[in-house]
T-cell receptor, first 117, second 118 residues
Framework: GAVVSQHPSRVICKSGTSVKIECRSL??????MFWYRQFPKKSLMLMAT?????????EQGVEKDKFLINHASLTLSTLTVTSAHPEDSSFYIC?????????????FGEGSWLTVV | AQKITQTQPGMFVQEKEAVTLDCTYD???????LFWYKQPSSGEMIFLIY??????QNATEGRYSLNFQKARKSANLVISASQLGDSAMYFC???????????????FGTGTRLLVSP
């Protein structure tokens, strides 16, 4: 079964509203989680690194005020898309690695499909 | 410069045959890891196989094997005895660094769509 869970799997929101996506590691702790975005028929692009207890690190070109990331605990990171617009519609997926791992164990969530209307 | 290159946008294979999906990479870091993921239409990323830069032997996981040629910087995925359920997108990805905390981010290739026919 899944060891990293994302919720919601699908969400439709109105333009101008905010939407929160959760990423949970189910049976391990992770000090770092990663958020990716994938446009239709495209590859995954890293958006930001979510750090437990500190600020997220954003990749170049990603608006930190638009994509708010909070890593409140060792098992939960949230991505909030603020003031969403139709161009934010995309597939968002997170990844996490157990603290005990040497780095060759990277689990992905099931992903979240966001549609902004 | 492209760090991960997958030159095959699409591949066709008949059921029960083997298929090779190409992946080349570019890095100056002596320590790195290479991953292959399968993404069905549902969107989830399914881990298939991992190869570390210092691993002496090619990785194998059931029907999946990784043809790792370090000097050529290639890490091709070989799927033996293809099944209809193998039809999906396949992504090659690289992690640079030793994989300790904070260095687990991946750079992905553009993917190869595999279609397995009966």
């Amino acid at each position: 079964g899944a060891v990293v869970s994302q919720h919601p799997s699908r969400v439709i929101c109105k333009s101008g509203t905010s939407v929160k996506i959760e990423c949970r590691s189910l049976d391990f702790q992770a000090t770092t989680m990663f958020w990716y975005r994938q446009f239709p028929k495209k590859s995954l692009m890293l958006m930001a690194t979510s750090n437990e207890g500190s600020k997220a690190t954003y990749e170049q070109g990603v608006e930190k005020d638009k994509f708010l990331i909070n890593h409140a605990s060792l098992t939960l990171s949230t991505l909030t898309v603020t003031s969403a617009h139709p161009e934010d519609s995309s597939f968002y997926i997170c990844s996490a690695t157990p603290m005990w791992s040497s780095g060759n164990t990277i689990y992905f969530g099931e992903g979240s499909w966001l549609t902004v209307v | 410069a492209q760090k991960i290159t997958q030159t095959q946008p699409g591949m066709f294979v008949q059921e029960k045959e083997a298929v090779t999906l190409d992946c080349t990479y570019d890095t100056s870091d002596p320590s790195y890891g290479l991953f292959w993921y399968k993404q069905p239409s549902s969107g989830e990323m399914i881990f298939l196989i991992y190869q570390g830069s210092y691993d002496q032997q090619n990785a194998t996981e059931g029907r999946y094997s990784l043809n790792f040629q370090k000097a050529r910087k290639s890490a091709n995925l070989v799927i033996s005895a293809s099944q209809l359920g193998d039809s999906a997108m396949y992504f090659c990805a690289m992690r640079e660094g030793r994989g300790n905390t904070g260095f687990q981010k991946l750079v992905f290739g553009t993917g190869t769509r595999l279609l397995v026919s009966p």
